[in-house]
């Protein structure tokens, strides 16, 4: 059974920097395109990012100049360096397959607040 299990989050100034991460377990990790997942109260989950295994990287439009996913495929770990934050980027942020699979972990709550 595969888990996820993310780490790293908490309160960050605007404009400040951040790194999240996620561990995941019970699977051949080093063969998925893993990706960053955000999502707000009452809102939808929605991509951020994903890299996939040959280390090419998407990112959603408004953080690609500012985030960086990044794989560890010996950790089974992937990263979410969070640069220049804005309060915009307040969510709660998961990790999972790209496309997901049916498992969540539970994610690490990110706050931009002054």
């Known amino acids: 059974q595969v888990q996820f299990v993310e780490s790293g989050g908490g309160l960050v100034q605007p404009g400040g920097s951040l790194n999240i991460s996620c561990v995941t377990s019970g699977v051949a990790f080093s063969t998925w395109t893993m990706g960053w997942y955000r999502q707000g109260l009452g809102d939808e989950r929605e991509l951020v990012a994903f890299?996939?295994?040959?280390?090419?990287?998407w990112y959603q439009g408004g953080v690609g100049d500012r985030f960086i996913i990044a794989r560890d495929d010996a950790k089974s770990t992937i990263y979410l360096q969070m640069n220049s934050v804005k309060r915009s980027d307040t969510d709660r942020y998961f990790c999972?397959?790209?496309?997901?699979?049916?498992?969540w972990g539970q994610g690490v709550q990110v706050t931009v607040s002054s």
């Open positions: 999972n397959r790209a496309p997901v699979t049916s498992v």
């Open positions: 890299i996939n295994t040959d280390g090419d990287q």
